[in-house]
């Protein structure tokens, strides 16, 4: 069976009344027999119909055991942290989504977990940063926003060997393009906001694991911490779901057109996109992902927030806002918008430069897509022009 007809169909009929869509329990509490005596549910906080059928189709989707799904994707992300105990380190990519940096750095250093930021992308580098205290291991992979790929297979190798968890968060591919559990992670997180989701209408986090042990584990800190997913949030990651494959697909082919135009606009310097040859890990991306996603990021050859300002200001199609993954195509300034948390010394040393802009290619046609950023890259050249007069004045 193909992929997307088996995804289709792993999203159940309700065995109670037939019904093709999956029912909403919108309820607190389950009514008991006597007790302790129940049909499988007490207490909403613990467990909801509709949200455990959502947790099942993650698990499915992503080749896990177990999923648990949360109100963001950064309660998703603090309920793997607190597998953690005081004195145990986390191993991070150094291109971080800005509110990691920020949960690490603000709320779990006070507890007396360190992280150690490293370039993943070379393995050696994973290897050397080890130490005896390093319990987690935390890649994305691409990241965001500069769509560095790290070799999730070649790091699991290395985390099994020293019995270190490896989670990695999926977001930007999505299980659809890659599943890092087959790769050999240990846990998966999500932001279901952004592709699962689909239609940036909802909040949400995952986390899908590997084993029985460690899904029961983030269940347990899931009920005790309490940032679970509303039965009708998660009713709409199930519909958003159901048109993953096709969408992805799209996301992919209109980002590829996309990529190819912009490197050859004489005001980009660079352009980030794992499907482009002259990535540095395209040979990686294409060992492990089934297509390149539908993220874009490029710098100008002027290289200010000003330039940048002129594009990012300028798009008609595209429109200026944090998050991505949605069917409408989205661009925002990291360096002030979703980077910001971060000094600027650091984000500049992990790539993400004053003129970097990010794109989240949605479903519009490709022609239009360009038409537009093409001729908000034209507001560059004019800046440059007016500037060249302002000095001869
Ligand atoms: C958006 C995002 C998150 C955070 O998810 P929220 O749902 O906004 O809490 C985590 N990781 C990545 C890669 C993201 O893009």
Redesign the pocket.
Known sequence: MSNATELIHSIPVDPLTGSISVPIYQTSTFVQDAPGVNKGYDYARSNNPTRETLENIIAKLEGGVKTSAFA????A?DAVVKLLQSGDEILAVDDI?G??FRLFTHIYAKFGIKVNYVDTTDVANVLDAITPNTKLIWL?SPT?PTLKISDIAGIAKIAKQYGILLCV?N??ASPVLQQPIKLGADLVVH????YLGGHSDL???LVVSATQELGDQIKFIQNASGAILSPNDSWLIIRGVETLHLRMQEHCRNAEKVATFLVQHPVIDKVYYPGLISHSNHHIAAKQQSGFGGIISFTLKNDTEEAAKQVVCNTKLFKLAE??GGIKSLLCHPANMTHKSIPAEKRRAAGVSDSLIRLSIGLEHADDLIRDIEQALNKVTELAASENIAAFQ
């Open positions: 963001s994707g950064l309660a992300i989504y509110g990691a994305e965001n968060d977001t930007f932001s279901a906001t952004k909040i949400a986090g998050s991505l």
